[in-house]
């Protein structure tokens, strides 16, 4: 389990993160989903070990968070880019060819002509000499098929951090959402799936917010004699309506 007790960072005097708490089982898939400058990325580096909260803590299976238990591909990361593939590999293994192949990279590329996918697929490569059973993938814009078939494969806890929910919805089952760093939402991610019943009477037109699983505002219509109307809205619609800036 990867837990965060009560965990704050600041820079500079301003709080990025507050107060957060998250446990996060082994084999979940989950996403962290937040607006620009909402704290994912903060949260995210926290959560790997790269950095450290100013409060709180956090804790892989109990213990202080091991970087070599963790594969990790940061939102921008960070090489020497004059820098071989494969003499940055050889940092953690000389028998680095089957992993470079899983993730579909060029041992003989430099890093200056890598795409940003293919330094977020090396990021991880880093890690899997060492067989890691957490994945976290921040900012999954622009992805590759191979990428995305890596994440949907992993054998472990998946983490992705993203802003919207169409492009990771169908990898993962719970989400988490954070707004101005906190989180707003932690559950399931079939709570996010809604339906709006619009209907209209004497006093103008309305609107209700109901989850798909419900069906009390239509009953309650039904019985006295108002015509509505259902509408589809998408989890995003609702990340916005609801979380995204509360």
Known sequence: MLKAINVTKEFHGNVVISNVNLEVRDNDKVAIIGLHNSGKTVLMEILSGEIKPTQGKVLLDGKKVNNRKIAYAPQ??????????????????DNYD???????????????????????????????????KHLLFDD??????????FIRKFNGTIILAHHNLKEVWDLIDKVVIISRGRITFNENKEELLYKIVKYVDEEGEHEIWEKTKEDYAEKILKERGVKFDV????????????????
């Open 76 to 93: 921008i990361p960070k090489f020497i880019p004059t820098m071989k593939v494969k003499e940055v590999m050889k940092y953690v293994t």
């Open 140 to 149: 999954l814009s622009s992805i590759s098929n191979i990428t995305k078939e």
């Open 231 to 246: 509408l589809g809205v998408t989890p995003d619609e609702v990340f916005l309506y609801f979380y995204a800036r509360a």
């Open 98 to 132: 089957p992993f470079l192949d899983e993730l579909g990279l060029d041992k003989e590329k430099r890093i200056r002509d890598l795409s940003l996918d293919e330094k977020k697929r090396l990021s991880i490569a880093l890690s899997l000499p060492f067989s890691p």
